[in-house]
């Protein structure tokens, strides 16, 4: 009886011990807090936050850590939103930060004082190649306004006018953008016209695409430097024009975006995988805190051309609501 009692005993302390991890404590588990700033909150950026979670839950179910994220972006858009955001997660004692920088002017010294106090900072989609940030996660913003400026090449045969959408001028990626693909223009020999068209925030997206397209009738295709393709395919719509009448190349994968391209309203979206952008940069702010520095300092996540070859395949799960 005695020996049946000392095995249960044995037992229950071989339990306890395994549910704590073999004989490790809560002192062993890392515990990370990584804030995520995106320019703006929409749904193009939600899934940023879905990566660096996803990331989060995947380390965690390791039992080596306890990593929580939050994810936002400021309620207004501008720069001086943003950097309160990221003052704000400094002062939380937040242990990094992952940042898609509006302007790199602007929050360069604040990237370097989180440094210098021990916060590991990630900027994403837009750089701040001046500052002490890790490094850059995202897409190259010339090579992909450069991917965007072949594709207005082939879609419209190389000639024609062509709108361009892009946006605030003072943010180093749409600028890099808006450069990639005036040099794909150029390098297919300038025989297509541009037309530029840019947001600022004074008016709202669709007026600024109606606006365009009324005022730019003859233009034969326009292009998208951001996630907005919605608001063209609404445009195309309300004329009741598809691809065959006119040209749209657009960008990102939002819903709106690849059931436009699905039924035939635009012809394509040069896609960037932004998922990538909260998975990848997560790994990288843990790798750091845990003593591992990025041996670069840009990972590039590639782009592609989704199109009416390959969007059922890419997406085939969105679909009109029923």
Known sequence: MKRLVALVLVLVLALALASCGGGGSNADVKKYKIGVIYTANSAFWTSVGDGAAAKAEELNATGKYNITTYATGPAESGTSAQVQLFEDFVSQGYDGIIVAVSDPAT?????????????????????????????????????????????????????????????????????????????????????????????????????????????????DCCVMTYAAGEQVANVFREKGWDKTV???????????IILAIKDGTCDCSCVQGQYQWGYVGCQVVVDALDGKMPESDFIETSAFVCDASNVEEKYPNVKPAS
């Open 107 to 219: 929050l360069n010294n604040k990237i370097d004082e989180a440094i210098d106090k021990g916060i590991m900072v990630v900027t994403m989609d837009t750089d701040a190649p001046d500052s002490k940030r890790l490094c850059f996660v995202g897409t190259d913003n010339y090579n992909y306004g450069v991917l965007q400026g072949e594709t207005c090449v082939e879609v419209m045969g190389n000639t024609g006018k062509l709108i361009v959408f892009n946006a605030f001028p003072e943010t180093l990626g749409q600028a890099q953008r808006t450069k990639g693909i005036q040099d794909a223009i150029a390098a297919a020999g300038n025989k297509i016209e541009l037309i530029y068209s840019t947001f600022t925030g004074q008016i709202d997206l669709l007026t600024m695409c109606e606006d365009a397209w009324t005022h730019y009738e003859d233009a």
């Open 246 to 256: 006119k040209h749209a190349v657009l960008a990102d994968d939002l819903d709106p």
